[in-house]
């Protein structure tokens, strides 16, 4: 399939997800007939079925899904498009499979996207140039702010992100007049392969997903096969290394030497400034000089969100992006759902919920708090994502979340797994407690609003933090509606 011209109808399974839904919108307002199936209801859904998509969940009537399909969305025209959360036996996935239905994976649609030919205000066309985030943490947000940076500035962008956008509430952006495209390039099942990107971020190269690449050698080498997809510049965190890069490699960093860094950096009062640090360079549109942008002030005061930050202003100012442009986007921009969101702020009470589910992202969340609240207590409210992440970063997520003042575990989320036997939030709680933290212990969500009134009743300054990638966030509207009660 080298394009979508001919596409009327496209059927997605796992619609719900943040990466399908941007594509499902995308697709609805080019005038497709859309429509889809998932799990469960969420936020997400509701607001796609407002939209006009039609979704199927469990528990409701497949059959006549199925006749629904074949009546509407004949296999000649129609391009099914399917998420590896969807399991093979799901009855939907079956049917489609065996009536001759064209099926592909999200990554291989959003790579046709990406590198599509643009259409030109006066009906010429030219190269559309995708600008890619990819690493283990951090993606989400750092593609959410280089699209809100240039998406606000004079090149403009389109963008399909991780994420949802606090400044737009949603995760598309769409732009007529620019060629640029903002692509979030995930590495599960390898899908960022898929893309074709003119410059990339690349955030960081930690292991994961080891039940896909089987071990850190592989991780590392997805990257590099990806890094080799790309054809003009990787702007790559200092610390992080590739094997023979094809294109060029500018590092960026907030704490040592870089390309591009941030320096002079002040935080406290919950703000955070900083000047960033831009090198002569080839850029876009010819030669800049060597620059320091002076106070630039986040406009989500994480400390992670620095080197976000420096990596986003990074790729539009090679794109073409003016000083003012960085500083105003950074400065404006609301951040993404989940990610250190604040939900309450007064001086007694500060409610945070975040997606990290990496014991590295972790420690970056908690470090942050830390940081720009040093004198409250810290009490950090974990949900553990997948079996087989907790089974294999189990010593690595006691060390971090040790570090809590106190330490609340949900249990683990399965995700697409099956449970693995001696892998359970108990166990992991057991190991918290051996690295220090004596009061780790596991709740169930049903309990958890009263178990932190208990833990406010001391009235000490505090910071709750809930974390984690699984349906934690579903508690979050309650939680935040019971905790602004006390």
Same mark, same amino acid.
């Given at each position: 399939m080298s394009g979508t011209d001919n596409i009327k109808h496209l059927y997605f399974l796992g619609i719900g997800g943040i990466g399908m839904s941007a594509l499902a919108r995308y697709f609805a307002q080019k005038g497709c007939h859309v429509a889809g199936y998932d799990r469960t209801r969420s936020p997400l859904?509701?607001?796609?079925?407002?939209?006009? &998509?039609?979704?199927?969940?469990?528990g409701e009537d497949k059959g006549a899904e199925i006749q629904r399909i074949g009546k509407n969305m004949p296999p000649i025209g129609t391009l099914v498009v399917r998420t590896p959360a969807v399991p093979e036996d799901e009855t939907l996935y079956i049917w489609l499979?065996?009536?001759?239905?064209? &099926?592909v994976k999200r990554a291989e649609l959003l790579g046709i996207v990406s590198r599509m030919p643009h259409k030109n205000a006066d009906g010429t066309c030219s190269r559309t140039k995708a600008l890619c985030v990819a690493g283990t943490h951090g993606k989400t947000t750092t593609s959410t702010l280089l699209a809100h940076i240039l998406h606000n500035s004079s090149k403009g962008a389109n963008a399909f992100l991780g994420g949802i956008s606090n400044n737009t509430g949603s995760n598309l952006l769409i732009d007529l007049n620019s060629n640029l495209v903002v692509v979030e390039a995930d590495e599960f099942d390898r899908s960022f392969h898929r893309l074709?990107?003119?410059m990339s971020v690349i955030t960081s190269i930690d292991p994961d997903h080891l039940d896909i690449y089987g071990s850190a050698e592989a991780y590392q080498e997805g990257f590099d096969i990806y890094a080799g997809l790309v054809e003009d510049t990787v702007i790559l965190h200092k610390g992080c290394r590739l094997n023979n890069p094809r294109c060029r490699v500018l590092t960026y960093s907030a704490t040592e030497k870089a390309d591009f860094m941030a320096l002079n950096i002040r935080a406290g009062g919950g703000s955070i400034v900083f000047d960033l640090l831009a090198p002569d360079c080839t850029t876009t549109d010819g030669r800049r000089d060597a620059v320091t942008i002076k106070d630039i002030k986040l406009g989500v005061p994480a400390w992670i969100n620095i080197e976000n930050a420096v990596a986003a202003m990074a790729v539009a100012w090679l794109n073409g992006a003016t000083e003012d442009e960085l500083k105003n986007g950074v400065a404006s921009f609301k951040g993404v759902y989940r990610r250190f969101d604040v939900h309450i702020s007064t001086p007694a009470l500060t409610y945070i919920d975040d997606y990290a589910h990496h014991p590295t992202e972790l420690q970056a969340s908690l470090m942050s708090v830390r940081k720009i609240y040093p004198d409250r207590r810290l009490t950090a409210v974990f949900q553990p994502h997948l079996y087989s992440r907790t089974r294999d970063f189990m010593d690595d997520f006691a060390k971090v979340l040790a570090t809590a003042d106190d330490l609340l575990l949900l249990p683990v989320y399965p995700a697409r797994e099956l449970p693995i036997e001696g892998v359970t939030s108990d166990k992991l709680a057991e190991k918290c407690r051996q690295y220090g933290n004596k009061k780790a212990e596991v709740i169930q969500k049903a309990a958890l609003a009263k178990r932190l009134k208990e833990l406010l009743e001391d009235n000490t300054p505090r910071v709750?933090?809930?974390l984690g990638?699984?349906?934690i966030d579903r508690l979050v509207p309650d939680l935040t509606m019971q905790l602004k009660k006390l």
């Open positions: 859904t509701a607001a796609l079925e407002k939209e006009g &998509i039609h979704i199927v969940f469990d499979r065996e009536n001759g239905y064209n &099926i074709t990107p003119y709750i933090m809930t990638a699984g349906d």
